[in-house]
């Protein structure tokens, strides 16, 4: 796999990403479509930050261990009887350490069960603290959007800490000529991008085509993440094709997924650099085929990384209740108020600090608060959740119960009748769904080298 193409092939680079999340799933008429279509490489992405900071403070995955082993249970088999390799990026879902073994483990397990071989190369994304600390005093780390600048409490509080990997490291793991790469925190183009990179091709073009696979079949009409799609790299231009035949890509929903996770059209920062994508030019050449020119990549004069940590700050329960009585609905700030004052009168003792209640009233302006358009509507439900989040179980318990039960039954104004105030879905009321994490680390920081942090292993299963 480190290998250099051989000359038949340098004229293009086939990439075939099955699904846009391992796990997500796919659609066995466009998983075969794709393998017929000869890739050279198929690459996939396993993970982001979208799921919030819990998967990565938990160490624990995006999707279910049986989706995620079916899901490589054909990928694995077919690209081992084809002689393609593999490479998975994000591991596990937040990429750091438990979720990479995760995802080793699972590859180990097909690999008895179906008596195969593979030579396995992992890149290990896991920061150290102490290595973070001694940026911080050499003023290499930054603030990355709106946060403030890194503190060693934070870093001492933070779980797990990742750095998103380039395709630096992903070069040097090619080196290693590997079956299967499995990869922590990376930048979702990467795993797309190395091998074109790799045997010469124009890394613009290269990130271009795995920003835009890197989602699977999300790019096509009609979109699906869990679908799969073919690029084909070449020297002057990429094209995108959806493998099942209820899809098509046209230019309009290729450029419109280009826009897609970015804060500006046309500027897409990553590690080392940024594309920019000002002159793409977006061109359908078939009746489900999308043909892209133009996209550049412009290196940084400092390589940067982005840094992510999550750790714990408490433990949570939530109740879940409907409120549809008019009267109620309409007297609802001055029942959460005094829900609210009655909680922390009766409960002094605990210090605000050890505590946070939430109303959260979908129905009313739960998504866009106070930016919501549409605020005076009338409402006619409300679906209320109750949500405490504090340093205990115990406590978080005790108060969701109590904010629960005093709403229940407040004598609100204009209050009619004397039965219960909330229509509660289940039983029992209250949820406690343990540890909340917050994300502590979200900067950039400075390297001299891409590779310094990443570590690369290989072993044989």
């Known amino acids: 796999m480190g290998r250099i193409l051989n000359n038949a092939d340098h004229k293009e680079i086939r990439v075939f990403t099955p699904t846009g999340m391992l796990g997500y799933g796919y659609t066995m008429t466009a998983f075969n479509a794709g393998m017929r279509r000869e890739p050279h490489v198929v690459s996939i992405d396993a993970g982001s930050t979208d799921a919030g900071p819990f998967k990565l403070g938990q160490g624990v995955a995006s999707v279910s261990r049986q989706a995620t082993k079916k899901d490589l249970l054909h990928i694995l088999i077919e690209t081992k009887r084809h002689n393609i390799p593999v490479i998975i990026g994000s591991a596990g879902g937040a990429g750091a350490a438990p979720n990479v073994q995760w995802t080793i483990g699972i590859v180990q397990e097909i690999a008895k069960e179906c008596k195969l071989h593979f030579r396995i190369t992992v890149i290990w994304a896991d920061v150290e603290k102490s290595y973070l600390k001694e940026k911080m005093i050499n003023k290499k780390i930054m603030p990355l959007g709106p946060v403030g600048p890194l503190t060693e409490e934070n870093v001492d509080k933070s779980n797990y800490i990742v750095a998103q990997m380039g395709i630096e490291p992903y070069l040097a793991a090619l080196e290693e000529g590997p079956e299967v790469i499995i990869a922590g925190r990376s930048f979702d183009p990467v795993m797309t991008a190395c091998l074109c990179v790799k045997n010469g091709f124009d890394t613009g073009l290269a990130l271009h085509m795995g920003k835009i696979l890197e989602c699977g079949a999300l790019c096509a009409i009609p979109a699906s993440g869990g679908d799969s799609i073919m690029g084909y790299l070449r020297g ?61 990549f412009f290196p940084s004069e400092n390589y940067t990384l982005k840094l992510e940590g999550a750790g714990l700050v408490g433990y949570r329960t939530f109740c879940l209740a409907g409120i549809r009585d008019q009267i109620f609905i309409r007297a609802l700030d001055e029942s959460l108020e005094y829900t609210r004052n009655r909680l922390i009168e009766y409960f002094s003792e605990i210090s605000f600090d050890e505590y946070e209640l939430q109303f ?99 072993f044989e299963i």
């Open 236 to 296: 002057d231009h990429f094209v995108v094709e959806p493998l099942n035949p209820l899809r098509k890509c046209t230019k309009t929903s290729v450029a419109a997924h280009t826009l897609y996770e970015k804060p500006h059209p046309y500027i897409l920062h990553g590690p080392g650099g940024h594309l920019d994508l000002s002159e793409s030019f977006f061109e359908e050449i078939s009746d489900t085929a999308v043909k892209v020119t133009g996209s550049r």
């Open 360 to 458: 959260r009233l979908y129905g009313h302006n739960a998504v866009l608060g106070e930016k919501e358009p549409l605020i005076d509507q009338p409402i006619h439900e409300i679906g209320l959740v109750i949500d405490v989040v504090a340093k205990s179980q115990e406590i978080a318990d005790m108060l969701c119960s109590f904010a629960r039960a005093t709403l229940l039954h407040y004598d609100y104004t204009g209050r009619i009748g004397t039965a219960g105030n909330l229509a509660f879905p289940y039983s029992p009321s209250d949820v406690s769904s343990g540890s909340v994490y917050q994300f502590t680390i979200h900067h950039l920081m400075e390297v001299d080298d891409p590779c310094e942090l990443f570590s690369v292993e290989t």
